[in-house]
C-alpha cells in the first residue's frame, strides 16, 4: 500500500482486494523522502520484497530513522531458510512499523517482537482499519478457526478424576477420565461418563498439559 512520508497526508486509501499484498517504506534519503512500494510474490512476503528493491542483499539494508507502513502485523515465523519479516525489520534497525491491521494467527506475535527491540508500534486511523478489516475478513477468520473436539478415544483410560460438590446429589458430581490415542500423533481426551469430550491435548507434553489443568490427576 502506497502511503507518504511520516507527517504528510496520505495521498490513496486501501483498495487491494487482498488488502495483504503491499507494503510501503518511507526511506529517507539526504536531500529527499523516497517512498518504496512492494508486493507479495512466488512465496516471499512484502517486507521481503521491499527490502530486495532498496538492496539485493537484503540482510544488509539500513532502516535507520525509517518509518515502515505495512497492510497486515509483521509475520514472526517462516521455514528455515526464510526469516520472519519482524526480524528481518529489526535486523534493518527500522524506527517505527505502522501496520493497517493485527494478525488474528495465534503464531504471529510481530508486534511484541518490534515493540521489544525498541521499535516504536502503530496502527492505520481507526476508519481505514475498519476498511481493511472488511476487505480481509474472511481471510482473517480462517486464521484463528474454533477449536474442534475430536472424536472420543476407544481405548482404556489411563487416569480418572472426580469432583464434588458439597451439598448436591451424586448425580450433579463430575467424573472425568483421561484416554491415550489409539494412533501416533493423536489427541489425549478427558472425556466425561457420557464419552463427551471435555478437552483435549496432544504432543509430547499432552499429559502434563492435562495435568496442569487437573492437578487431581
Not at 512500494?37 to 539500513?62: I, Q, S, W, Y
Not at 526464510?82 to 517505527?96: D, M, S
Not at 473436539?149 to 446429589?169: D, F, H
Amino acid at each position: 500500500m502506497t502511503r507518504q512520508p511520516q507527517g504528510s497526508p496520505a495521498s490513496d486509501r486501501p483498495r487491494n482486494a487482498e488488502g495483504l499484498s503491499d507494503v510501503g517504506y518511507c526511506v529517507p534519503d539526504v536531500t529527499q523522502m523516497w517512498l518504496i512500494r512492494a508486493e507479495t510474490g512466488e512465496g516471499r512476503h512484502a517486507e521481503f520484497c521491499a527490502l530486495k528493491k532498496l538492496n539485493d542483499n537484503v540482510d544488509n539494508v539500513d532502516l535507520s530513522g525509517c518509518t515502515v507502513y505495512t497492510t497486515l502485523e509483521p509475520c514472526s515465523k517462516r521455514k528455515p531458510p526464510k526469516l520472519p519479516c519482524a526480524t528481518r525489520l529489526i535486523k534493518a534497525k527500522a524506527a517505527r512499523v505502522v501496520s493497517g491491521m493485527p494478525n488474528k494467527d495465534k503464531d504471529v506475535y510481530g508486534f511484541s517482537s518490534l515493540a521489544e527491540a525498541g521499535i516504536h508500534i502503530g496502527l492505520f486511523p481507526n476508519d481505514l482499519m475498519q476498511e481493511l478489516l472488511a476487505l480481509n475478513k474472511a481471510w482473517s477468520d480462517t486464521r484463528r478457526e474454533p477449536d474442534i473436539m475430536p472424536p472420543p478415544n476407544e481405548t482404556n483410560a489411563i487416569a480418572n478424576v472426580s469432583y464434588y460438590k458439597p451439598g448436591t446429589s451424586m448425580q450433579e458430581n463430575i467424573h472425568l477420565v483421561v484416554r491415550p490415542p489409539k494412533d501416533v500423533g493423536g489427541f489425549y481426551t478427558i472425556e466425561d461418563a457420557t464419552k463427551q469430550g471435555c478437552q483435549h491435548e496432544e504432543g509430547d507434553d499432552a499429559m502434563a498439559q492435562i495435568v496442569h489443568f487437573h492437578p487431581q490427576i
